[in-house]
Every structure is written in structure tokens, then in C-alpha cells.
């Protein structure tokens, strides 16, 4: 395995790891339904998908 030849400081270490961050999910709202979902994901509402405030496929009844 590797081994660093000098030490590297506190701060040089920082500044690698600065980017490791979690990031909040973006959520937008529908403008049909009014419920929150992400971005370019459709989602469903009352038993029907919705994209982009169409609705795309609707759930099929229970056959019993």
C-alpha cells in the first residue's frame, strides 16, 4: 500500500474532503394535485400516475 513520503496538514486534508457532503433532494409541486414530488419523476396521487400534471397510467381495479 502506498504511504505519503511527507505529511500532509489538517487543511490540505479538509479541502479533500469538503465535497463529501449529503445533498437535500430537490422537490417541486404539482401544479394538478399540489402534492410535493422530485424532479422529473412522476408520481402518484389518488390511484393515478402523474407527469408533468398529465396523468400517465392509472391503477387497474382488484380483480376478486
Known amino acids: ?5 511527507h505529511r500532509h496538514s489538517k487543511t490540505r486534508r479538509d479541502k ?13 409541486t404539482c401544479q394538478t394535485t399540489g402534492m410535493p414530488h ?3 419523476r412522476a408520481h402518484w396521487h389518488e390511484d ?4 408533468k400534471g398529465k396523468i400517465v397510467m392509472e391503477k387497474e381495479a382488484a380483480k376478486a
Open 38 to 40: 422530485l424532479f422529473h
Open 48 to 51: 393515478k400516475l402523474y407527469y
Open 1 to 5: 500500500m502506498a504511504n505519503p513520503k
Open 16 to 28: 479533500r474532503r469538503t465535497h463529501d457532503k449529503a445533498v437535500v433532494a430537490t422537490l417541486t
